[in-house]
């Protein structure tokens, strides 16, 4: 059995198991999103398509989530309109990210999303139902400019969540993937899908892993017992390190109390779940006394990095700053590289791949590896 193996895996290695790609969540985005989106009592938001009737009804009676697909297919209107075409969601992220720095270019979108909504819908404004109406642009004229970024999160978080293969399925598809891995005495796997299909499938297998959360010494708990916060702790010889953040991570900010008041302090603990409850009624502790510091959390958008320049989260984030550097160390202490489904463009990761020669293997359908080293390219888990 060979030490140390290092794994580098991209949505080329979800998408081999049905799970969607950048030109899928593209689909998604890049059409008429009216009445597309719908928002759920929790403040969660999702995409209508493939949900079953009372899910729909009970995320349609939130007054925003018709005012907010009348947003979003505006942006997507001025995306299009200023790219020539919907390039992939990432570079949509950025453009949002960019173009919401600018007020007057958001109070414009607002406007004009209301405009079509109105046009849509010109009985809101006769007399008679100005009154009963008027819930439904609340959220134009009152414009909470920061929550397009989590809605966001929110409906790319939906699109990863499902797995469309079952597990006897997933079972065959990886078996050349868990038996190689399995041949190492420790694996380090860097991923950057946000998705749950690389833990799906070890479970599936009864494989042990870490991803730096643990409960031990966790300030963060729920029905009084630790919830699994990040402490950057690997304790299974397979280390997962999600880069670029996942569905189940989730950030708890602390607050101070000013008088009467609580403000938002700079101060964060992440914590990971997949468990409804947990995400929304998790509490603060201080965690040698036990004594109760905070008994709420708002946000609740799961924590993943996205956009063309994750770099500036990346350095400014301890999460994602920890788990690059545990990348950086790995690397330069590693000889055996697998990478699957990465197309290599990355910069962030090129600069320290590149920088020595690995015994590698390269599973990419369209990309061969393009640094020094020696390997090969395969195109199936099979070949492995």
């Keep these: 059995m060979e030490k140390h193996l290092t794994v580098i895996l991209g949505a080329g290695f979800s998408a081999n198991a049905g799970m969607p790609t950048a030109s899928d969540i593209a689909k998604r985005f890049n059409r008429d999103l009216k009445e597309k989106l719908i928002s759920a009592s929790s403040s969660e938001w999702f995409w209508i398509d493939d949900k079953d009737e009372t899910f729909i009804h009970n995320g349609k009676l939130n007054f925003d989530h018709l005012a907010y697909s009348y ?13 020539g075409t919907f390039i992939y969601y990432e570079d949509f992220y950025q453009y949002i990210i960019d173009n919401f720095k600018n007020s007057d270019w958001v109070e414009n979108l607002f406007e004009t999303a209301k405009k079509s909504f109105l046009t849509d819908r010109p009985f809101f404004l006769e007399e008679k139902n100005k ?24 409906l790319i978080g939906d699109i990863l969540s499902v797995i469309p293969r079952q597990d006897e399925e997933l079972i065959e598809i990886y078996k050349g993937f868990i038996k190689y891995i399995k041949s190492f005495e420790e694996v380090d796997i860097f991923t950057l899908n946000h998705d749950m299909l690389l833990e799906n499938i070890l479970d599936i297998h009864g494989i042990k892993y870490s991803k730096g959360f643990n409960s031990e010494n966790s300030p963060i708990i729920f029905n009084d017992k630790p919830v699994p916060y990040f402490n950057n702790e690997f304790k299974e010889r397979i280390r997962i390190h999600k880069l670029h953040g996942s569905l189940d991570f989730y950030q708890f900010r602390h607050f101070s109390k000013d008088g009467v008041f609580y403000r938002p302090t700079e101060k964060v603990d992440y914590f990971m779940t997949t468990n409804f409850f947990v995400k929304h009624h998790s509490q603060l502790i201080n965690p040698k006394t036990n004594e109760l510091l905070q008994d709420y959390n708002f946000d609740i958008v799961p924590k993943f990095i996205t956009g063309t320049r994750k770099t500036d989260t990346i350095k400014n984030d301890f999460l994602f700053k920890k788990l690059f550097e545990n990348f950086e160390n790995t690397i330069v202490n590693s000889d055996n590289l697998f990478v699957s489904g990465y197309s290599f463009s990355d ?14 293997i390269n599973h990419n359908r369209s990309k061969n590896y393009p640094f020094g080293g020696i390997g090969r390219n395969i195109r199936s888990f099979d070949d492995l």
């Excluded at 947003?71 to 790219?83: A, I, N, P, Q, S």
């Excluded at 910069?347 to 590698?360: G, P, Q, S, V």
């Design 71 to 83: 947003v979003f297919d505006e942006l997507v209107k001025k995306y299009v309109l200023d790219k």
């Design 347 to 360: 910069e962030h990761l090129n600069e320290k791949i590149k920088e020595k020669e690995f015994n590698f």
């Design 131 to 154: 009154e009963y109406y008027k819930s439904y642009l609340f959220a134009f004229d009152h414009k909470q400019f920061s929550k397009v970024n989590a809605i966001l999160n929110y």
